[in-house]
């Protein structure tokens, strides 16, 4: 498979359950990141992991915690979340340079994990 | 950090007209501005991006022009399709500089194509 793959496609949870979205990219990228997509919002940056450095939005809660075991998989592992946790996260890969300044950042989207928390 | 705002958040258009998306910036060294296109139910993709080195860039119907004086940029569809009915996102980005170097995108503008 090719791109970048996300599991689950959809996931309903209550409040108190414990659960992890998966992605994987098949693109040789080194850097991957989790966005958070909520109806009529800019798309947030939740966490990146490029270069083997992990860069996070101070913003998003504590109940949201990722895992880069290597350059090709990242989870998002969510526990005791609220309803207004409630969207579609994003993963994304792409390929920094380690030098230079030109500053293009193409990304590769995966499909995306819609969650709903009851 | 950067902030991006675009305008509008809804545009309806008819079959065969154009279509434009402004965007601004705040971050005058921002020097990388992709455009993301994102159908119904799909995942966002790039279809177009323009570096601060140049002022406007084209591709078949799509094209993008930057004016780094006033900080916006723009996206213009000509001879649009059903298919081009979308979300389509804005972004910006920095040079690179440690964790201040990604992506800042905007809100999202609605396009529907009216046949």
């Known amino acids: 498979e090719t791109g970048v793959t996300q599991t689950p496609r959809h996931l309903v949870m209550g409040m108190t359950n414990k659960k992890s979205l998966k992605c994987e990219q098949h693109l040789g990228h080194n850097a991957m990141y989790w966005y958070k997509q909520s109806a009529k919002k800019p798309l947030e940056l939740m966490f990146v992991?490029?270069?083997?450095?992990?860069?996070e939005n101070n913003s998003v809660p504590s109940r949201f915690s990722p895992e880069c075991p290597n350059s090709s998989h990242l989870f998002l592992h969510l526990h005791t979340l609220q309803p207004e946790d409630s969207a579609l996260y994003l993963c994304?890969?792409?390929?920094?340079?380690?030098?230079?300044?030109?500053?293009?950042?193409?990304?590769?989207f995966g499909a995306g994990s819609r969650l709903t928390v009851l | 950090g950067e902030n991006v705002e675009q305008h509008p958040s809804t545009l309806s258009v008819q079959e065969g007209d154009s279509a434009v998306i402004k965007c601004t910036y705040s971050d005058s060294a921002s020097n990388y501005f992709p455009w993301y296109k994102q159908e119904l139910g799909k995942r966002p993709q790039l279809i177009i991006d323009i570096r601060s080195n140049v002022g406007e860039k084209k591709d078949q119907r799509i094209a993008v022009t930057l004016n780094k004086t006033a900080k916006h940029f723009s996206l213009h569809i000509t001879e649009t399709q059903p298919e081009d009915s979308a979300v389509y996102f804005c972004a910006a980005r920095p040079p690179i500089s440690g964790s201040a170097r990604q992506l800042t995108f905007g809100s999202g503008t609605q396009l529907t194509v009216l046949p």
């Open positions: 994304a890969s792409s390929q920094e340079e380690v030098r230079g300044n030109s500053g293009a950042n193409v990304l590769t």
């Open positions: 992991y490029s270069l083997e450095e992990r860069v």
